[in-house]
Each structure stands twice: as structure tokens, then as C-alpha cells.
């Protein structure tokens, strides 16, 4: 694949593409072909297959395949890619058939089931869970009790983690025991103590939707690859 050398060092993590060009410029890059030394100059165009390309005399490795996968991850899965005990269930365990070293982006916790998204893109990742993003996270809330008016206004009103007020962008009923409810960022178990604030026992937690990309039709443990038009939804 041929690929300009600023982008080549950009998408290793050596600097921005406007970065890349004083890297060029400083004589900390060298490009072997065909086993010699090619000179290096802005704007060089490389072969990504077969040139390899030196940054202050370490070789960068080509890069493996990027991958994107939706999963619906089931109940009883954690978000890491280390087990802490021998029968830790982790998430990556029902990918068996995959090489590459892929994580989750963002977590859910282990009691939390639904739509999660993993690849092994750094920029992808960083641009799905970064705040400025405002990207729309949706839950499906059971609860074993009966939602009244004042466990609404109690979640609507929000919560202080972490010494920052939260609050859910969106909060609809959908029946007795069962809500829906959107937020954006996502601190750390915030539809949990949402509802322990507003006095409501989660019964169970689902996550059915991450900006335009829905959980639906993935059977629980279940996960597909992103379309290009559905990995693109995230990185406009």
C-alpha cells in the first residue's frame, strides 16, 4: 500500500501529520528499500508492504489490521483484558478466533449486559468515548418496583460523582417497572446510583444503543463487524 511517510508516522502514534513533517526534517527518519537507505524527503511517498521505516533507529512495525465488532455482551463479563481469577469470564473470550489484540471501548459492568463496541483503533476508540464527542448512550432500566413521578423527577435531577454534577439527557417510562434512560458521557455506574438515589431497585440494566448503532438483532453474546457506513457514524 503506498501512503505518504507524515501519514505513515501519524497513524503509529509518532506525532501529527503536521508534526511528522520536522520529524522528517530533524533526520530522525530513515526508509530502507530493497535493503538500502532512500533519501528522505517531505512528502515521500512509501511503500507500506515492503519499505521499512526507521523512527530514531527503531523500526515501525506495520500496522496489523484494524477491526471494529459490536457484541451484545451478556450478564456476568468484564470489560478487561487480564482475569483477575482462573474462571473469570471476560469479553474477549467470545472472540476465540481472533489474532489480534482488541479491547473494549469503554466499559459496562459485569451485571450490565448489552451493546458494546471493541476494536484495537486507538483513534476510534478515543473518538467514541471522549466527551466532546457527545455521543448518546441509551439504557434499558428494569426495576422490581413501580416507578412513580417522584423516582422520575429524582433521576432527572441528577448526581454528583466525582465532584461533577450529572445529569441524564433523557428519561422516558415505557411501562410500570421498566424506563428508558440517555446519557452521554457515562461516569462510572451512573444509571446505578441514578437509581439507588431515586430509591428504585434495578432489576436489570441493558444498554440497547450507542449513537445511531442499536443492539438489535444481536442475540446476547453475539457480535458482528461495523459496517463502513456504521463505523463512520462515529468519527465525522
Given amino acids: 500500500?503506498?501512503?505518504?511517510?507524515?501519514?505513515?508516522l501519524a497513524s503509529h502514534g509518532i506525532s501529527s501529520r503536521r508534526e511528522a513533517d520536522k520529524i522528517i526534517e530533524s533526520g530522525n527518519i530513515k526508509v530502507l528499500r530493497s535493503g538500502k537507505?532512500?533519501?528522505?524527503?517531505?512528502?515521500?511517498i512509501i511503500d507500506t508492504a515492503t519499505d521499512k521505516v526507521y523512527f530514531k533507529n527503531k523500526l515501525l512495525q506495520h500496522k496489523e489490521k484494524l477491526l471494529y465488532f459490536k457484541l451484545n455482551k451478556p450478564i456476568g463479563y468484564i470489560c478487561s483484558s487480564k482475569r483477575t481469577t482462573k474462571n473469570q469470564?471476560?469479553?474477549l473470550d467470545l472472540f476465540p478466533n481472533i489474532k489480534e489484540r482488541i479491547y473494549t471501548v469503554g466499559r459496562l459492568d459485569k451485571e450490565t449486559s448489552g451493546l458494546l463496541l471493541l476494536t484495537n483503533d486507538g483513534n476510534f476508540s478515543k473518538s467514541v468515548i471522549h466527551p466532546s464527542s457527545n455521543i448518546q448512550k441509551e439504557y434499558l432500566v428494569t426495576t422490581t418496583h413501580t416507578i412513580k413521578k417522584h423516582h422520575i423527577a429524582s433521576i432527572k435531577e441528577g448526581i454528583i460523582i466525582d465532584g461533577v454534577k450529572v445529569t441524564p439527557f433523557c428519561v422516558k417510562v415505557l411501562s410500570k417497572k421498566q424506563l428508558s434512560?440517555?446519557?452521554?458521557e457515562g461516569k462510572n455506574r451512573e444509571i446505578r446510583r441514578l437509581m439507588t438515589k431515586a430509591s428504585l431497585q434495578i432489576?436489570?440494566?441493558?444498554?440497547?444503543?450507542?449513537?445511531?448503532?442499536?443492539?438489535?438483532?444481536?442475540?446476547?453474546?453475539?457480535?458482528?463487524?461495523?459496517?463502513?457506513?456504521?463505523?463512520?457514524?462515529?468519527?465525522k
Fill in 89 to 91: 469470564k471476560i469479553c
Fill in 181 to 184: 434512560i440517555v446519557i452521554y
Fill in 37 to 44: 537507505t532512500i533519501k528522505v524527503e517531505l512528502g515521500i
Fill in 203 to 235: 432489576d436489570s440494566l441493558k444498554r440497547i444503543r450507542i449513537g445511531n448503532l442499536l443492539l438489535k438483532p444481536l442475540l446476547p453474546g453475539e457480535f458482528l463487524s461495523l459496517t463502513q457506513e456504521e463505523k463512520a457514524t462515529f468519527t
Fill in 1 to 8: 500500500m503506498k501512503e505518504r511517510i507524515n501519514k505513515f
